[in-house]
């Protein structure tokens, strides 16, 4: 929808990892971006080294000679000002808005020419339906007035624009008329789909199909069936979650969702863990209760060859845990292309890995860095089978009785492992309530309590702690299952447990 854009950078750290994707997908269609070093006016800043990095960017990413010859600015946005050098007086943004006035190209359209207008996103209303939104190539669009979609196998559906909004900042006006250029909210359509066209009914003339990316892992959404069930969301039957996730695909383009043979089962396929995770989390959020499965990547036959999804991994870590993570990530069948000193005593590392190689690999970058590391993945393409992946090496612990844990319990088991729970929590048989010292897993009576008697035990008024339990948030449960394991997700708590022999068997 854009004919520019900015690309701001930060004056000390220069290009993050987060950079890179963003600056391809802008370089791919042919943008020519303004870079804006950012927070000059911090100390031990070197502003012409960002500049610098960031053309090595551009040239690393394909850029052409036009995209490499890019305009930058310094400025500081807490600050409140821009200027072409550094020897500039600090004034205000004045110099950015005249950059944009100059450097970006205005919108290129004919309003008398039939109407194209191409849908970039999604957006739904409960008394409007599916609204699309996009900006109009050619030709003017009047509310009320007849209109076709070109789908993307080429078919005409005529309709009827029912309502027309363009946008004043972040809110959305209704119009009557808007032109070429201009960017609009459309209802009347509810089959419309990413990339495709609507257009003159007299004249369909379709614009070139915008390719959305594919989904590359998939998990299982089951009804919650635990003896907790129930207890803490409202929103729990099968048909209740199948209609929010159909719901969620009016507007989450990259999502797929399929109905199995199972009434209480759905896949769900999306884009990543984090893609996936943001949806879990916003449905718990929304009083939903049910349970996940550990995800999968989706393999496709390519020329006969079975074959699955590499994604371009780049670390941003400190030099102590350079060797650490290289080593892991070796494992995980990752290879090394390239390796940079970055800012201070940090350094930038570039990996090709499969998809299922980084799963359940955050928790354990994040403990290697001490917390410090930046990593960001990209789907890069699908490749034949890099072989057997070496999976979670440690058992869980799991409680094989309901009840409350108790202290005296999880005293005489901390030798076993390290827990996920603290005492006083309510426990179920099945329950993952830790993490064991050994390969495989072991069932333990976490609810044991102490017998009394009137004798006072030696040392008995010594206070004892236990260690601290590690916290399994969604985004670490997700990564930690293994195969035969599930989250149960519901508005309170996030649960560990092991699939019963029922699910098992679907």
Known sequence: MVDGCLLIVDA????????RFVLKKALEKGLRPIVIINKIDRGQTDPHVAVDKVLDLFLELGADEDQCDFTYLFASGMAGFAKESLEAESVDMQPLFNAILQHVPPPVGDSKKPLQLQVTTLDYSEYLGRIVIGRIHNGTIRSGQQAALVTEDGT????KITKLMGFDGLKRVEMEEATAGYIVAVSGFADAYIGETITDPNDPQALPLIKVDEPTLQMAFWVNDS?????EGKLVTSRQIRDRLFRELETNVALRVEETDSPDKFLVSGRGELHLGILIETMRREGF???VSQPQVIYREINGQPCEPYELLVLDI????????????GQRKGEMQDMQPGSGDRTQLEFVIPARGLIGFRGEFMRMTRGEGIMNHSFLDYRQISGDIEARNKGVLISFEEGVSTFYAMRN?????AFFITPGTKVYRGMIVGEHTRSQDLELNICKTKQLTNHR???GDELVQLQAPIDMSLERALEYIAADELVEVTPQSIRLRKMSKKLAKR
């Open 12 to 19: 000390n750290e220069g290009p993050i990892p987060q950079t």
């Open 227 to 231: 003896p907790f069930a129930g207890q």
């Open 413 to 417: 088991a901390e030798d076993r492992g």
């Open 318 to 329: 400190p030099a102590d845990g350079v060797g650490s993570c290289i080593e892991r990530l």
């Open 156 to 159: 005409i559906v005529k309709g």
């Open 457 to 459: 035990a030696a040392g």
């Open 289 to 291: 209760e049910f349970q």
